[in-house]
């Protein structure tokens, strides 16, 4: 059987934990693209060989490609020539874990921003990915890795949404159900939930467990079959992910990431649906469960919950994240007291951005880290090779 063809956009971290786990197991015929030849080149190798190591002789092409504006054409080209049956896009600026790596008491203050004023970041690239993808490959599956609950329904806004994201509400998945599963005394394989939450819940809860306000997510669960939910408190559910479940965060944490990215790669073209967790979905705001399957991606609410009631939700997890609205053109406003904080320490601030101001905002915001991270003395990963790490 014909192998399809998987497109990985963004060489960075992200892409060599998803490529680590899917290359050995050599379902698609793999082609990883990034604005630097040599180093994709390199990975590409590297995943290669190591799958030979198992006597997997896999098929890794490297390719070059540049997200900015001037290579928007050249990008369609090089789309035409690989065809992609799938596009993930993994490309971003700036990495959210970048600020992971900062001194406690620096990241402490600066994560109170959310990331909802880092978005500039992630948009830009994704922006001009999607327009060569509808100028050569408008049928290729798009799925989104860089801050999908926001980038997918801004791209939404201007005809451009990819087609899913991935991350987020799904990396909150199985903790939870290992939480319920430890309250029903039960294993977590005969548990079955289904989520609905923004970035913001999904990057709150396993650090502080449920936050304050009630209203930024949706729990159903059921267990054997048996729908359960609210036969334990959210509160408990959500204080055994932050307790009893904690884990590694940071560049570590993408690993649960780059696994949930490939619950969704591998189950795009089954042929029976499958049921999982993705942020973005068809341009919506925040995380939702969904099903894949047949070349398509499906919303797959519990039957007590409408959809304008999940993505009000959602919005109103976008809103806690720093991101006041999406208003019909693409324009993104931004909410005040989170973009206080990039403005009390990095002096940098916007009220609203235009889709197409994305690329200036964004480097406009590099030079304004760079010179944060200058002035607070850092040295080796957190200084050396910055200006590199901005555009893995």
């Keep these: 059987m014909q192998r399809r063809k998987l497109l990985i956009v963004g060489g960075g971290n992200l892409c060599l934990q998803i490529l680590q786990i899917l290359v050995p197991r050599n379902r698609f015929e793999f082609h990883v693209a990034s604005r630097d030849l ?45 065809k992609p049956d799938i596009i993930v896009n993994c490309a971003s600026l700036q990495s959210w874990r970048v600020i992971t790596q900062l001194p406690k008491a620096k990241f402490d ?43 997918n329904a801004v791209l939404y806004k201007v005809g451009m949404a990819p087609d899913v994201g991935v991350g987020n509400v799904a990396n909150l998945i199985p903790a939870t159900r290992c939480a319920i599963a430890r309250l029903a005394r039960c294993e977590p394989l005969q548990v079955r939930v289904k989520l609905i939450g923004q970035h913001y819940f999904s990057h709150y809860v396993p650090r502080e467990g449920l936050p304050p306000l009630q209203e930024l997510h949706n729990l159903t669960y059921w267990v054997n079959g048996q729908e359960l939910t609210g036969e334990f ?44 967790h993705a942020p973005g979905p068809h341009g919506l705001p925040g995380g939702y469960p969904v099903k894949v399957g047949m070349g398509k991606v499906l919303l797959d609410l519990p039957y007590s919950v409408k959809r304008e009631v999940a993505i009000d939700l959602n919005e109103k997890g976008q809103c806690q994240d720093g991101i006041e609205a999406i208003l019909a053109d693409g324009t993104v406003v931004f909410g005040r007291p989170q973009m206080n904080v990039m403005q009390r320490l990095l002096g940098f601030s916007m009220s609203a951005m235009r889709v197409q101001d994305a690329a200036g905002h964004a480097l ?9 991270t200058r002035s607070t003395h850092l040295h080796g990963a957190c200084d050396h090779g910055l200006e590199q790490r901005l555009f893995a």
């Excluded at 884990?247 to 591998?266: C, F, P, W």
């Design 38 to 82: 040599e180093q994709t080149t390199r990975l590409c190798n590297l995943v290669r060989l190591a799958a030979l190591q198992q006597d997997v002789a896999a098929q890794v092409q490297p390719w070059e490609m540049d997200l900015t504006e001037a290579a928007i054409e050249r990008n369609a080209q090089t789309l035409a020539r690989i």
């Design 109 to 151: 203050a600066l994560d109170q921003a959310q990331l909802g004023p880092w978005l500039p970041m992630h948009l830009a690239p994704a922006y001009a990915l999607m327009r060569a993808v509808l100028q050569s490959c408008p049928k290729s599956l798009v799925v989104n890795a860089a801050f999908p609950d926001a980038v």
């Design 233 to 276: 408190l959210d509160e408990k559910i959500f204080a055994g992910v932050a307790t009893e479940f904690r884990r590694k965060g940071g560049m570590d944490g993408q690993y649960l990431t780059a696994m949930s990215a490939v619950t969704v790669i591998e189950n795009l073209y089954a042929d029976t649906e499958v049921h999982v």
């Design 364 to 372: 406009e915001l590099g030079r304004k880290y760079q010179e944060f």
